[in-house]
């Protein structure tokens, strides 16, 4: 099989293997128009984040970069904006199209309400998608994908198969001039010591430590203890017994390649290899910074199940798990459960995975794709007044 792979390039010079057109809603009273319209155009995805109104200071810091980067993932050709008001919708707007990306905006209050709103945005969107229609595929190099790891629903078969099977193909996307972003920092609490020791330099090693120990400090300051909390129920019965073992299991999808960086919620990496983004664990919510992230594709590897992909960023759903790949069939991309049942080797897993990266990334839907699977979630940092 060809390990080539093609996209689209863009105005600012990135590579997107798909070519959506984002109909972005400013807050979360636009939501419904912008779902409407997503409906209505194939091809148009909707961004619809909880929230959005009554942020401050760094809550509205985050929304909107991870707002504008969502708008500006290399998988986006142009976007619709739409907002209550015109002024929330301009300042996302006009950030997005700084990077050569065609935008069009609209406000509900100014523009005559959500149903002329709607119409108006279908209207726009089908013109965007026609241009978009007129881009061809062109091969693009290994160097300008960039890979997001993620894991959810956790048990003891992630850590020995689709955990270590997914680091397997985020070492060969690295190997390939690749970027690969893991996150979910407090899935990292009990083996922190073995990222830390992967850093390519002491200022790294010392992000890593630290955003880890906020993670504690702050549970323990709301009344938390993340040891005792950790693992998850589902986690426990999957057959996890302690946080540290679910580290240990949860740090293999992330490549065995030196940590060249740690970046923040939804911020775009610089540096080309593994880097970690420090981002909750929760999926929705970590799906939805790895897209502001700028990855193209997330290979999401699921022992008891998770069905949630994320609109504009496909989701590979990867399970080793027997019982689940027979029980969640419609919701899995990739059955690795051969590992266990039939011994197959981790290495000729790596390679069913790998394919089907290679499939995606040439415009295979994943199963959240074609059931429409999607939500988006901006994490809070402060409390709402």
């Not at 996209?7 to 984002?22: E, H, L, M, P, T």
């Not at 961004?47 to 504008?68: E, I, K, W």
């Not at 142009?78 to 996302?92: P, T």
């Amino acid at each position: 099989m060809s390990q080539e792979l093609s996209g689209y390039r863009r105005k600012d010079g990135k590579f997107g293997i798909r070519n959506y057109v984002a109909i972005i809603s400013a807050m979360d009273n636009s939501n419904p128009t912008a779902r409407r319209v997503a409906s209505m155009v194939r091809g148009a995805q909707a961004v619809c984040p909880t929230f959005g109104r009554a942020s401050m200071g760094p809550d509205l810091n985050q929304h909107l970069r991870t707002v504008v980067n969502t708008g500006t993932n290399p998988n986006v050709y142009g976007a619709v904006v739409i907002s209550l008001f015109r002024s929330s919708a301009d300042e996302i707007s006009q950030a997005i199209a700084k990077t050569g990306r065609p935008v069009e905006t609209y406000a509900i209050e100014e523009d005559g309400g959500t149903a002329n709103v709607a119409n108006l945005g279908v209207r726009g969107a089908l013109q965007l998608m026609g241009d978009a229609g007129r881009q061809r595929r062109e091969p693009m190099p290994w160097s300008e994908l960039v890979l997001g790891v993620e894991c959810g629903g956790s048990d003891g078969s992630s850590g020995i198969v689709s955990n270590p099977v997914a680091g397997m193909v985020a070492d060969m996307v690295v190997d390939r001039g690749g970027t690969v972003i893991m996150s979910e920092t407090v899935e990292v609490l009990g083996a922190e010591h073995l990222m830390a020791a992967r850093a390519k330099d002491p200022a790294t090693k010392q992000k890593i430590l630290d955003a880890v120990n906020f993670c504690v400090t702050y549970a323990k300051e709301v009344g938390v203890d993340l040891l005792g909390a950790n693992p998850a129920p589902d986690n426990i019965k999957g057959g996890l017994s302690t946080i540290e073992e679910k580290a240990l299991g949860a740090i293999k999808k992330g490549s065995s390649r030196p940590l060249m960086e740690v970046i923040g919620y939804g911020c775009r990496p610089t540096k080309k290899g593994f880097v970690f983004m420090d981002a909750p664990a929760p999926g929705v919510e970590n799906m939805t910074a790895l897209a502001a992230g700028g990855t193209q594709v997330i290979i999401f590897s699921t022992g008891k199940g998770n069905p949630s992909g994320h609109p504009i960023a496909p989701t590979i759903k990867v399970s080793g798990n027997p019982f689940t790949v027979e029980l969640l069939q419609d919701n899995l991309d990739v059955d690795l459960s051969a590992v266990i049942t039939k011994g197959m080797s981790l290495a000729d897993a790596a390679k069913i995975l790998e394919h089907e990266l290679i499939d995606v990334c040439w415009g295979k839907p994943t199963k959240a794709d074609l059931l429409g699977e999607f939500e988006v979630a901006i994490s809070r940092l402060c409390r709402t007044v």
